[in-house]
């Protein structure tokens, strides 16, 4: 099931083939993987990056000792989106800048069972040197798929370029997992509220898990999308009063790969 309402393009593009596809993506693991963090872990993330994640955001993390990992893609920087700006190349660098990681969410922030392998690559390409081109030197570990839909030849693609791939299908990451399809769960105002987002980090206390959120936009009266300053708050705030640190998907997964000790 798609975890959000899609807007009118991308709906008519999502027809029962590409639901399969998905369905089996979510099957059927590409890269499966043991994740056992030392503590248990939360990692916030955004995508697409409206101005106010990258500012209020970002900001908020920093405020709790933590940073976040905003997904980007290249076409879309600078631009008046539907429910929001998007951040500029100054939001950008002032996030890498700040210890945050960027992510990559293809250059056209495209439907990606729509895209052959190659395909692929060349929208990784693309925006990795769009992105390079903000931040020299720029290593992009992460990536999340557009609209949160993968396929199993994208997830096979995107294990040779990225370490991990985001989706949106719910979930405590922990134990075995498949790294080109993380779970995430919505942080979102419509979805989910403190009591709920407080059980999620209970249940990533007991199980030494990593817990991975996705949003949007942070702002009062948010998007279907994104989450208010109040709910990033009291998300920061349940993770904080538990002790479970927050850190970039790239810092959450080489914690979560550790060998056990002996
Ligand atoms: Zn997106």
Known sequence: MLAVPLDGDVARAVNWRARLTHRLARHLRTSPVTLAPAT?????????????????GARMLVDYGGRGTFYIS??????????????????????????????????????????????IV????????????IVPGLTLESFAFPYGFGSLPAKRTLAAIYRTSRGIVPGLNV???????????????????????????????????????????????????GCSPALLEAALRA??????????????LRRSLRRPAA
């Not at 990692?43 to 101005?51: G, K, L, M, Y």
């Open 40 to 56: 248990p872990l939360v990692s916030f993330t955004f995508d697409d990056v409206p101005v106010c994640a990258a500012t209020e």
């Open 74 to 119: 290249g076409s879309l920087i600078g631009t008046q989106a539907r429910h929001w700006r998007v951040a500029s190349e100054e939001h950008i660098l002032a996030l890498h800048e700040a210890g945050h990681e960027i992510g990559s969410h293809t250059y056209s922030h495209v439907f990606l069972p729509n895209l052959d392998s190659k395909g």
């Open 122 to 133: 060349a929208e990784s390409q693309r925006n990795g040197s769009c992105l390079r081109a």
């Open 175 to 225: 134990g075995r997992a498949d790294l080109q399809l993380l779970q995430a769960n919505p942080l979102m105002d419509g979805r989910v509220d403190a009591a709920g987002i407080a059980r999620m980090m209970d249940e990533a206390l007991a199980k030494n898990g990593w817990l991975v959120f996705y949003g949007h936009d942070v702002v009062e009266n948010p998007s279907p999308y």
């Open 239 to 252: 993770a904080s009063d538990r002790g479970i640190p927050c850190v970039s998907v790239a810092e959450g």
